[in-house]
């Protein structure tokens, strides 16, 4: 039949018509969903790291909390705690601790001190020095701190009870709870005895008035090899002006956090 053929190409060009409307309905269909799910996936991407990162700053406070908590039992302020978090960091810094290590010290070395939950009031308070029997009693913040931590799963927790364990032991081996010596050490502990001892000379405590910041610099420096580490005095000496001007900031804890949350912005 002669239109057989004409109705053949006429039926192929309505194909062609509808497989192109098919093909840019799909291609429609295909781009749409992309679109939405992009969105929706960078949309639930940022709310899933805004709420990590509530998690991680909540976790932090509550520990800071526990650890100024902890202080209450010690005439001490809460202050001294927050003050080694930055000053363990600035000498941190000076080594080039990766920057994960650095917020792990800044802040685990403020819970150094949390095994004095587990000494006496009359101990901790005494407005005098202690005899060799309280010291024996006092020493032991060390342990007590280390296991309330000991089994902890995070890294964060873990540094805790190293730092708390470790941070009075000395170079020369002569320190306590194990007299462990100079690279035996954890870095973490090293870091935390140079912070701890500056701050312990240039604070007021209460067997004792407070050294003007550069006696304290000067006994920290006569202390390099014997019960600090030398690496780490010569970094706290290269960190002075910060040092110093934490030492000036007497920073609250609110300070401290809000700090915590601008080193995390500005990670982003
Ligand atoms: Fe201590
Ligand atoms: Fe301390």
């Given at each position: 039949m002669p239109y057989i053929p004409r109705r053949k190409k006429k039926d192929e060009k309505e194909k062609e018509k509808e497989d192109n409307a098919e093909k840019e309905a799909f291609k429609k269909i295909q781009a749409k969903p992309v679109d939405i799910d992009l969105l929706k996936l960078e949309k639930a991407y940022a709310e899933l790291k805004e709420s990590h990162q509530k998690i991680q700053e909540t976790h932090y406070e509550m520990i800071l909390r526990l650890a100024i908590a902890a202080e209450f039992?010690?005439?001490?302020?809460g202050q001294h705690i927050l003050r080694i978090g930055d000053y363990s960091t600035a000498i941190a810094r000076q080594i080039k601790l990766s920057a994960h290590d650095l917020e792990i010290l800044r802040y685990a070395s403020?819970?150094?001190?949390?095994?004095?939950?587990?000494?006496?009031d009359a101990i901790l308070q005494k407005p005098a020095k202690l005899n060799a029997d309280e010291w024996r009693i006092m020493e032991q913040h060390t342990v007590i701190g280390a296991q309330i931590f000991k089994s902890a799963q995070s890294p964060f927790l873990r540094a805790v009870s190293e730092i708390a364990l470790t941070h009075h032991e000395r170079f020369d081996g002569?320190?306590?709870?194990?007299g462990i010596p100079g690279g035996k050490i954890p870095i973490f502990g090293r870091i935390v005895a140079v912070a701890d001892i500056f701050d312990a000379l240039v604070s007021k405590r209460c067997y004792k008035e407070a050294w003007p910041f550069e006696d304290g610099v000067e006994y920290v420096e006569s202390l390099s090899g014997s019960h600090l580490d030398p690496d780490l005095v010569g970094a706290f000496i290269k960190a002075q002006e910060e040092i110093r001007s934490i030492y000036q900031a007497n920073k609250s804890i609110n300070e401290f956090v809000k700090d915590f949350h601008e080193t995390l912005e500005s990670k982003d």
């Open positions: 039992k010690d005439p001490d302020t403020p819970m150094h001190d949390i095994g004095k939950i587990g000494i006496p002569r320190g306590y709870p194990n």
